[in-house]
C-alpha cells in the first residue's frame, strides 16, 4: 500500500492516545514539530528493510534477536565512553550467543532515540509534594522540581539531536573497526575481567581468536569478523515526535518511521482502537508489540490482523513479558493460536519487565533469577510446541550499576550505583551472565 496522502497517513489523530504528555503551550509544539519535519531522517528507509529480512531469518529460526539497552536513555548519559561501553555489552553478549549457539545474531540497540517513557501513574508524590512523573528527557526532566518536571517540547529537538550524536558514534565505532573480533582481548580489559562472567568471557575470546588464527590459517578472513550490523530501536510512544520523523520512501512511497529502524508499542498502548496501532499499520518498518500478562490470544490475533495483515516474517515481533511466574500458563495459548493463525512473527522474551518488584530499601528492581526463570520458561514453552524462541529483549547498560538484585549484586548494594532513571538495568557482568545462560538453553 502507498500512502503519501497526509489526510490517510495522520487518521492516528482522530483516535485517542495514551500516554501522551500534557504539553502547556500548543503553538510551542507546532513550531517545534514544523522544525523536526525539515531535518533529515536519522536512519534510511533501505536500512529498516534490511532488519525486515534479518527479523524475517528471526522468524523462521535462523537467527537469534539480542535487543537491549537502557529503560530511559538520557540526554547526559551520550559520552563516547557511555555509548561505547553499552555498544560494547551489546556485542560481548551476542559473541557468546553467536559462538555458544552457532547461529547469527540480529543485534539491535534501545539506543539513539529510547528517550520517553509511559508510567503507571500520571504524578509523583515526595514528601507531601505531587509534581508530574517523570516521562522521559524528551518529556520533561528528572529532576522533582515544579519546572523541570513540566513538558518542554524544545525537549524533542533535543531528543532528535541526540539521538543523532549517538548513531553518529555507533556508525564511527563500527567503520573504525571497533567491533572488530579481533579486537575481542581490548574489550575484555577492564574491572568485568575480573568478575566470574569476565573470565568465562576471556576463555571464550581466547577460543574464538584461536578459531579465528586457525581459519585465517586457511586463507579466510571473513569480512564478518571484521565490521557488525547494528541497527536501532525505541518504543515509539510520543506520535507527534514519530509522525514529524515518518517519510514516504522516495520510490514506493510507503511509509518508513525514520526515527530508528525497527520501532514498538508499549504493553500500555497496544489498544486495537488507539492511536498507536493506527499509526504502526501505516508503516513499513519492522515493527514490535510487547504483549503484558492480560493479553487474550484473540488480541495478539487482532493485531495480526492490523499491523501484519499479509502474514509477512520478519514484519512483526511479539515481545512477551509476562512474568516468571506466568509464562509458563500463559504463553503456550497465545503461541499455539497465533501459529495457527499462519503469521510467522518473531517471539521474543522481554524478561524485565514483567518481573520489577520493590525492594526493602524501596529501590525497583528485579531479581536476576526471576529473569532468568521467565528466560527458561520462554524455552520451554516454545520447545514444547516446536516454535521458535525468536530473541530476547532487555533493560541493560554497560555501566557497572547496582540495580537488578542477584549475580554479584545484593539488596544492600541498591543504593551504591542505583543510577537508572525509570528502570533497573542489568550490568554488563550480569548481561554476560544471562547470555551464557541463554546460550546453554539452546543447547538443552
Ligand atoms: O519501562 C517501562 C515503564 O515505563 C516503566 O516500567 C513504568 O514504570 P512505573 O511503573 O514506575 O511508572
Ligand atoms: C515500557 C516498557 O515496557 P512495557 O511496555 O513492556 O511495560 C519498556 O520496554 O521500557
Ligand atoms: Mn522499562
Not at 46 to 56: F, G, I, K, N, T
Not at 169 to 179: E, H, K
Not at 206 to 233: H, N, Y
Not at 289 to 314: H, N, Q, S
Request: hydrophobic share 35%; charged share 25%.
Amino acid at each position: 500500500m502507498t500512502i503519501t496522502d497526509l489526510s490517510v497517513r495522520r487518521t492516528w489523530r482522530s483516535l485517542p492516545a495514551a500516554q501522551q504528555p500534557e504539553w502547556p503551550d500548543p503553538v510551542a509544539l507546532r513550531n517545534v514539530l514544523d522544525e523536526l519535519r525539515s531535518y533529515p531522517p536519522l536512519v534510511f528507509a533501505s536500512e529498516c528493510d534490511q532488519l525486515r529480512e534479518r527479523m524475517a531469518a528471526v522468524a523462521r529460526g535462523e537467527a537469534f534477536l539480542l535487543q537491549g539497552g537502557d529503560c530511559a536513555e538520557t540526554f547526559g548519559g551520550v559520552s563516547v565512553e557511555q555509548i561505547r561501553n553499552k555498544f560494547k555489552t551489546l556485542l560481548q553478549m551476542s559473541l557468546v550467543l553467536t559462538y555458544a549457539a552457532s547461529m547469527p545474531v540480529v543485534k539491535v540497540g534501545r539506543m539513539a532515540g529510547q528517550y520517553a517513557k509511559p508510567r503507571s501513574k500520571p504524578t509523583e508524590t515526595i514528601d507531601g509534594v505531587t509534581l508530574p512523573s517523570y516521562r522521559g528527557d524528551s518529556v520533561n526532566g528528572f529532576e522533582f522540581t515544579p519546572h523541570a518536571r513540566t513538558p518542554d517540547p524544545e525537549r524533542l529537538k533535543r531528543a532528535y539531536h541526540t539521538s543523532s550524536a549517538t548513531l553518529n558514534v555507533i556508525r564511527a565505532l563500527i567503520s573504525s573497526g571497533y567491533a572488530d573480533l579481533r579486537q575481542l582481548q581490548t574489550w575484555n580489559q577492564d574491572h568485568v575481567e575480573l568478575s566470574p562472567s569476565g573470565r568465562r568471557y576471556e576463555r571464550l575470546a581466547r577460543d574464538i581468536d584461536k578459531a579465528l588464527q586457525f581459519s585465517r590459517g586457511f586463507g579466510i578472513d571473513s569480512e564478518a569478523a571484521r565490521s557488525v550490523e547494528f541497527f536501532t530501536s525505541h518504543e515509539a510512544l510520543l506520535l507527534d515526535y514519530e509522525d514529524a520523523l515518518t517519510r514516504p520512501d522516495v520510490i514506493t512511497g510507503e511509509l518508513y518511521d525514520l526515527s530508528a529502524h525497527m520501532v514498538w508499542i508499549g504493553e500500555r498502548t497496544r489498544q486495537l482502537d488507539g492511536a498507536h496501532v493506527e499509526f504502526f499499520a501505516k508503516l513499513r518498518n519492522p515493527i514490535g508489540v510487547k504483549l503484558g500478562p492480560t493479553c487474550t490470544a484473540d488480541e495478539a490475533l487482532a493485531l495480526i490482523d492490523r499491523l501484519d495483515p499479509d502474514r509477512e516474517p520478519g514484519r512483526l515481533t511479539f515481545t512477551t513479558r509476562m512474568g516468571a511466574g506466568k509464562v509458563r500458563d500463559l504463553l503456550p495459548t497465545l503461541v499455539e493460536k497465533v501459529s495457527a493463525s499462519g503469521a510467522q512473527v518473531v517471539w521474543q522474551c522481554d524478561p524485565m519487565h514483567g518481573n520489577t518488584i520493590s525492594a526493602p530499601s524501596g529501590h525497583k528492581t528485579r531479581l536476576f533469577d526471576d529473569v532468568v526463570d521467565e528466560v527458561t520458561g520462554f524455552f520451554e514453552v516454545h520447545r514444547a510446541l516446536g516454535t521458535v524462541p525468536g530473541g530476547v529483549h532487555i533493560e541493560v547498560t554497560g555501566e557497572d550499576v547496582t540495580e537488578c538484585v542477584g549475580a554479584g549484586t545484593t539488596n544492600d548494594d541498591l543504593p551504591l550505583r542505583y543510577e537508572t532513571t525509570c528502570d533497573p538495568r542489568l550490568n554488563r557482568s550480569q548481561a554476560l551472565d544471562l547470555a551464557f545462560l541463554i546460550a546453554e538453553l539452546y543447547h538443552r
